[in-house]
């Protein structure tokens, strides 16, 4: 059986490859604060300081703050540059079978521990 994941699990920086080359990183706090950056292929960045807090009964993370990189057809947010209000991703949390940390960000493009 796999462990259950808890709060100091997610803490730590993660990456997600986006479809079309482009690359999300994540960075979670102790302290609840979260680093976000988009990095464009055509050498674009945003980045941004969110919040998050996760729901180990439901094992979603939660963002705020954050801006969102994909449609749901997996293709870029035209409106990347923009940060929503409100609660900007619900994002379910699993172990691989050796024990590592994913973060679904949408079908097929997960957010994966570095370092």
């Keep these: ?6 709060d100091q699990d997610l803490v730590g920086s993660y990456q997600a490859n986006l479809p079309d080359g482009a690359v999300e990183l994540l960075e979670l706090k102790p302290n609840g604060e979260c680093v976000q950056e988009i990095r464009l292929n055509d050498g674009t960045a945003y980045r941004v300081r969110g919040q998050w807090w996760y729901n180990e009964g439901l094992r979603f ?13 997996l293709k870029l947010n035209p409106n990347v540059s923009q940060i929503p209000a409100g ?17 679904g960000l949408s079908i097929g493009v997960d957010y994966r521990r570095q370092g």
């Design 61 to 73: 993370l939660s963002l705020k703050g954050t801006r969102v990189a994909l449609t749901p057809t």
């Design 87 to 103: 609660i900007t991703g619900a994002l379910p949390v699993s172990r691989t079978l050796k024990g590592d940390v994913i973060i």
């Design 1 to 6: 059986m796999l462990r259950p994941i808890h």
